[in-house]
């Protein structure tokens, strides 16, 4: 079955704890990408990667690393988590080469940093 | 940068009535994607529009691409609770440079039986 996995779906940490959140995708897709989602603001775009190796900000990537060591893994990083990061979470994929067309969701992480 | 606008935020719909929801871009888009995300889901994929005063129909779900391409809209026909849930829009910009995915706000429908 063609999807997109997260891990973990639900996470409860602490100030400063460093943490991982991974994202895998079987669909041999070029573009992964990562968003976090608040009440009232929608999707916003924290980073996203056109291919491995190649990563690029989007709209909000302070706080977060990303990392495309291999095609199908894009995890997402936060060093040094800070409460104002509690958000819920996802990754998502598409198979664009270019301009980046229909996005396949994980189904999301709900981060709470205390 | 790039901002995608959607109105209404809430939208309160009779079943059975017809609504539209309206997504706006402060720069020319590449294209334009819309999106369903029920509670507690993920966003799906509904569709993807490309060209200049595009429409395109789903059932009862009519999608509509501005001339300019800096405009989109969404329009339910014959309103079901099926229908309920988050509407999002999202589009790269046709001039920044990289491939940034800008989503709108979301339009957050309920139906009433």
């Known amino acids: 079955e063609a999807q997109v996995t997260q891990n973990p779906r639900y996470l409860i940490t602490v100030t400063g704890k460093k943490l991982t959140v991974t994202c895998s995708q079987n669909m041999n897709h070029e573009y992964m990408s990562w968003y976090r989602q608040d009440p009232g603001l929608g999707l916003r775009q924290i980073y996203y990667s056109m291919n491995v190796e190649v990563t690029d900000k989007g709209d909000v990537p302070e706080g977060y690393k990303v990392s495309r060591k291999e095609k199908r893994n894009f995890p997402l990083i936060l060093e040094s988590p800070s409460p104002n990061q509690t958000s819920l979470y996802f990754c998502?994929?598409?198979?664009?080469?270019?301009?980046?067309?229909?996005?396949?969701f994980g189904p999301g992480t709900r981060l709470t940093v205390t | 940068g790039q901002q995608v606008m959607q109105i209404p935020q809430y939208q309160h719909v009779q079943e059975g009535e017809d609504f539209t929801t309206y997504c706006n871009s402060s720069t020319t888009l590449s294209n334009i994607q819309w999106y369903k995300q029920r509670p507690g889901g993920h966003p799906v994929f509904l569709i993807q529009l490309v060209k200049s005063g595009e429409v395109k129909k789903q059932k009862r779900l009519t999608f509509q691409f501005g001339e300019a391409k800096k405009n989109s809209s969404l329009h339910i026909t014959a309103t079901q609770t099926t229908d309920v849930g988050t509407y999002f829009c999202?589009?790269?910009?046709?001039?920044?440079?990289?491939?940034?995915?800008?989503f709108g706000g979301g339009t957050r429908v309920l139906v009433k039986p």
């Open positions: 999202a589009g790269p910009s046709s001039y920044a440079a990289g491939n940034k995915l800008t």
């Open positions: 998502a994929s598409s198979l664009t080469t270019g301009v980046p067309g229909e996005q396949y």
